[in-house]
Nanobody, 126 residues
């Protein structure tokens, strides 16, 4: 059983930075990937970034490329999302997710992940 706990959300002005953390318990070497998604009430959940746990290969949504960086610490079973140059449109609840089995879906798809955290609110003021 995998449990994910996000932290680091908050209120920041446009142009500022935040670093989100996702501490995972129960991860094993068979973990395929960790990802971050975000959701605004009334809208679909949106892919933000992901990292392949073994290779370290990263993936980003076009809307955050060059501003956000995902990184994983295998020793601490923690994945981070460094968010720079934040914009008001980045305001959302950010959730981390883990994929612990192989499934024929895109890493960009929420269906690829089988464990989810509760989420942390990020609010960017203009």
């Amino acid at each position: 059983q995998v449990e994910l706990a996000e932290s680091g959300g908050g209120l920041v002005q446009a142009g500022g930075s935040l670093r989100l953390s996702c501490a995972a318990s129960g991860l094993t070497f068979s973990t395929y990937a960790m990802g971050w998604f975000r959701q605004v009430p009334g809208k679909e959940r949106e892919f933000v970034a992901a990292i392949r746990w073994r290779s370290g290969h990263t993936y980003y949504a076009d809307s955050v490329k060059g501003r956000f960086t995902i990184a994983g610490d295998n020793a601490k079973n923690t994945v981070y999302l460094q968010m720079n140059s934040l914009k008001p449109e980045d305001t959302a609840i950010y959730s981390c997710a883990a994929a612990t089995r192989d499934i024929r879906l895109s890493i960009y798809s929420s269906g690829y992940y089988n464990y989810w955290g509760q989420g942390t609110q990020v609010t960017v003021s203009s």
